[in-house]
């Protein structure tokens, strides 16, 4: 790691595409003006609340918000507009400032010892160039503050960029918790957050959906939408309409329609089976008013195996999946939504592709780390389909997201994409064991935006020397330590050979482990394999939670973060102790059974 924060270059999270350091600062005085030059809209009016709130947090004081066509003669001022406002112009003319090839969602931002400007190319751009000068606010006493000296001219490489969260499996995250998401979403700049949606749907009028977990209701929705839209983040449904539909199916209302009965896939076009989706995209379609809508299709592998059988033996199961999805997609595609689709079954009959609708985006997803990712992208860009890249934060099924490999897998899916033309990225996480918690998937989720936003291939370690900035508000790399410590136990259980999730090479720390009687055949092995190591993994465990415990008042921002990295924190050290102790009590039994007589 580099040296604190405060002695260096800005720790910006994305980093602008074009950044000029400049030696003059804007210390923050007491009698500061955010001065919108109007006409300003509704929404830009909240880009500027949004700075506001960010300098009293960092102040305690509110400064006040007015409005008028002019750039005020005097100063000291921040100036939020728009690069076509008449004033905006002007100003660029006189700082000698080109504003031209700037694209949508872009932005120019200029810090002088008396004034700052933001211009943005669209409402986005004002937005996005405000959360620039958030995280250029530093503290330099309990009250003061300063913006560091930068003139940037900034805009994204890829048009949507997107989280994906999974509310299927697992405990169902309240409203407030995604509604703090999304802002956590837009202060990186992303603009799109997908949800995982199985039978999670609170359906009013098949009201067996969304019965066996925990839901978001409709008006939940609704809220959730309206909120986000504000800050150009459409909230879009991934609702799985082809498999991983058991908690729906394996109710006896809905045997029929299944490809087997409790099975997972619904079976291909029939009328009772069409109905079933068209009534249930009817009654989505509403709540989600965003271009955008993820029908799923993956992994069906059940497809053309059971009530499909005889078509799949006559015509090929690819055959069968490719017809299944166009019907799929026209049921949404009559909504007006753009549709798109999981590409790893279509993947496999590249021959097919060319059979699909072209407006049809495909969400190509690789979760592992590659040299490159061309197998992923190349059929399909040969098909003339639009695609979406879709990485993974690697928390699945893991005590501690493995954010080493994962990082890697972000980085150059995400590369490979900008070069393939990729419309965007999906960085998904996913509770597939129902244990996974959302607040650790922020560490992933932001590489994932700044690997979006920048041009190129992003540099982890370089994202590493300003996530605690970024993130924490904190002027050194304390909390990045304590999360990659943390993630250095998937390594030390993985080379002692044990804690593997999906393939040998990906995870350690694998919740199963946490769970397995270390008395019986299969925990005993874990035992054997792992307890050369605890020590190393209590040290890395024991090391995070001193951090935290002493460290805590640093992280000027969502400090309640750092909870689950103490939990994962807790659990790996009481897992390493539990091998200790496990060999001990085998030992003490061990002396004692050889110390009794026999009879």
Request: with cysteine; charged share 25%; proline share 6%.
């Amino acid at each position: 790691f580099s040296a604190p924060v405060r002695c260096q270059e800005p720790q910006l999270i994305p980093q602008p595409r074009e950044l000029q350091s400049k030696p003059q600062r804007f210390p923050i005085p007491t009698n500061l003006e955010i001065h919108l030059l109007a006409p300003a809209s509704d929404e830009d009016r909240r880009a500027a609340v949004s700075l506001q709130h960010e300098l009293q947090l960092t102040t305690g004081q509110e400064f006040p918000i007015l409005s008028s066509p002019q750039v005020p003669g005097s100063g000291p001022v921040i100036l939020l507009g728009r690069l076509d406002q008449p004033a905006v112009r002007s100003l660029l003319s006189s700082l000698n400032l080109n504003a031209s090839g700037i694209n949508d969602e872009g932005y120019v931002l200029d810090v002088e010892p008396n004034r700052v400007l933001v211009a943005g190319k669209d409402g986005p751009g004002l937005f996005y160039g405000v959360q620039t000068l958030r995280q250029l606010i530093v503290p330099t006493s309990q009250s003061h503050a300063e913006i560091l000296g930068v003139r940037i001219r900034d805009w994204p490489a890829m048009r949507y960029r997107g989280v994906l969260i999974d509310l299927s499996r697992g405990p169902v995250p309240t409203f407030e918790t995604l509604r703090d998401a999304v802002d956590t979403v837009a202060e990186f700049k992303m603009n799109q957050v997908y949800f995982h949606l199985q039978d999670s749907f609170r359906s009013l009028r098949q009201p067996l959906i969304g019965l066996l977990g925990d839901t978001v209701s409709q008006d939940e929705w609704r809220k959730l939408t309206a909120y986000a839209g504000k800050q150009y983040v459409d909230i879009i449904a991934e609702q799985e309409s082809c498999g991983h539909l058991h908690k729906i199916l394996r109710f006896e209302e809905y045997s029929g329609i299944g490809e087997r009965d409790r099975g997972h896939v619904l079976a291909p076009a029939e009328d009772e089976r069409s109905r079933f989706t068209e009534n249930l995209f009817a009654e989505m379609m509403p709540l989600f008013p965003y271009p955008f809508f993820h029908i799923g299709c993956d992994e069906t592998w059940e497809l053309g195996r059971g009530r499909s059988g005889d078509r799949g033996r006559a015509e090929g199961g690819g055959k069968v999946y490719i017809e299944n999805l166009k019907r799929v997609y026209s049921l949404a595609r009559a909504h007006g939504k753009r549709v798109m689709f999981w590409g790893d079954i279509a993947l496999t009959h590249p021959e097919l592709l060319k059979d699909l609708p072209k407006d049809l985006i495909v969400a190509t997803w690789e979760y592992f780390p590659h040299e490159d990712y061309n197998k992923w992208l190349k059929p399909f860009q040969d098909a003339g389909l639009q695609v979406i890249v879709c990485p993974w934060v690697g928390n699945t099924n893991l005590m501690v997201p493995d954010v080493v490999n994962s990082g890697l897998n972000i980085q150059r899916f995400v590369r490979d994409g900008q070069k393939a033309g990729a419309m965007g990225m999906m960085n998904t996480s996913w509770n597939d064991d129902g244990e996974t918690l959302l607040g650790m998937n922020w560490y992933g989720f932001v590489l994932g935006a700044a690997c979006s936003w920048q041009q190129g291939e992003c540099n982890v370690q370089d994202f590493n020397n300003r996530f605690d900035w970024a993130f924490f508000r904190n002027t050194d790399h304390r909390f990045t330590e304590v999360i990659l410590d943390l993630a250095s136990t998937n390594r030390i259980i993985l080379t002692a050979g044990s804690g593997s999730v999906y393939i040998p090479q990906f995870g350690g720390t694998a919740n199963s482990l946490f769970w397995l009687n270390p008395f019986e055949s299969a925990g005993a092995r874990d035992v054997k394999r792992i307890l050369p190591v605890t020590p190393q993994v209590r040290v890395a465990a024991e090391k995070a939670l001193t951090t935290i415990k002493q460290s805590r008042g640093q992280a000027r921002r969502r400090a309640e973060n750092l909870n689950y990295w103490e939990f994962a924190a807790l659990r790996m050290d009481a897992l390493a102790y539990r091998y200790q102790a496990v060999a001990d009590i085998s030992m003490f039994y061990r002396a004692l059974y050889t110390k009794t007589p026999k009879r």
